[in-house]
């Protein structure tokens, strides 16, 4: 079992993680220098996703989510709606574990095979989802605490020790809402999925009644660190720049140079990011292997083997 607490580890953690390097409001439509905004609408939409998953988690305890909707939706729709949400969860695990051999391919190792980075990743998502949530969620307090620290201090030698800025946030709004919404799809759909992770781990959690303010709050705080650094990228590389790196926190991570201190700063940040996924994948397949099991009423550890 885990608690609101680490439940709130688990869904701060993971957002973020698939979030910061990335940045999707800046590399995703074309908001510009209103990306900021766009992660202020895609985190308003995100709390709604996992408050009502929470609320729901909360109303329906011992539930899993496969009888949850067979209630709703009979024994046959119930079940076919638990199976394609646990495959929307495979296939993303599977696009996490292959986005973190691209980008280490692309920025630090070019000769590696891509198969030789996705197999840690995938041994160790597979050893946690094993493991069950109770030990996710030990590690998902040790791991966010680890990934806080690089963040705030990353955020003040960006500030302090990045090149000259460039750019501001103006004009506001300059181009119209439809850049922003877009820009805020990416960010907003992982929230769903967030709330989603919520239900899936609902009836792990003790003190239901704590997990809206819980999951309420892993948005607040992870949608302040991708507000903060959305910002920092944007003054300082400027919004067109920013939108055409693949990796624009790495792009501004390389700028910083400490003599005697620190040279890669983007290394540092890689190596955080890279275990953020992990961890990401962890509980994506952990989730997976909950609802194959709640479709199927088969052992998650059993649909976990066949998963892996």
């Known amino acids: 079992m885990i608690n609101p607490r680490q439940l709130f580890f688990i869904i701060a953690l993971t957002r973020i993680s698939a979030l910061l390097v990335l940045l999707p409001v800046v590399t995703a439509g074309n908001a510009l220098q209103d990306a900021w905004i766009s992660v202020i609408v895609a985190t308003v939409v995100a709390i709604l996703f996992v408050w009502l998953g929470a609320y729901l988690a909360m109303k329906h305890p011992g539930k899993s989510l496969g009888q949850f909707s067979r209630d709703l939706l009979g024994k046959t729709g119930g079940a076919i709606t638990t199976g394609l949400l646990a495959i929307s969860f495979y296939v993303l695990c599977l696009i996490r574990t292959r986005l973190v051999s691209l980008v280490i391919i692309s920025h630090f190792m070019p000769k590696t095979p891509g198969w030789a980075l996705a197999i840690p990743v995938l041994l160790t998502a597979f050893y946690g989802a094993m493991m069950g949530p109770d030990t996710v ?129 983007d290394l540092v940040l890689m190596a955080s990011w890279v275990l953020g996924v992990t961890f990401d994948v962890t509980a994506l397949l952990l989730s997976s292997s909950i609802l194959f099991g709640d479709s199927l009423g088969a052992d998650r550890r059993k649909v976990t083997v066949v998963l892996f």
Do not use: D
């Open 137 to 265: 969620g030990r590690a998902s307090e040790f791991l966010f605490t680890v990934m806080a620290l690089i963040i705030v201090v990353s955020m003040v030698m960006f500030y302090v020790w990045s090149a000259e800025r460039v750019a501001g946030l103006k004009p506001v709004l300059s181009r119209g809402l439809r850049p922003v919404f877009g820009a805020a799809v990416p960010a907003a759909f992982l929230g769903l999925m967030s709330g989603l992770k919520v239900l899936a781990l609902g009836r792990f959690t003790t003190e239901k009644e704590k997990m809206p303010k819980a999951m309420t709050m892993a948005l607040l705080i992870s949608g302040l660190a991708l507000l903060a650094t959305t910002i920092n990228v944007l003054t300082a590389l400027g919004p067109a720049q920013a939108q055409s790196h693949v990796t624009p926190l790495l792009a501004l991570a390389s700028s910083v140079f400490i003599e005697g201190v620190l040279e890669r700063l």
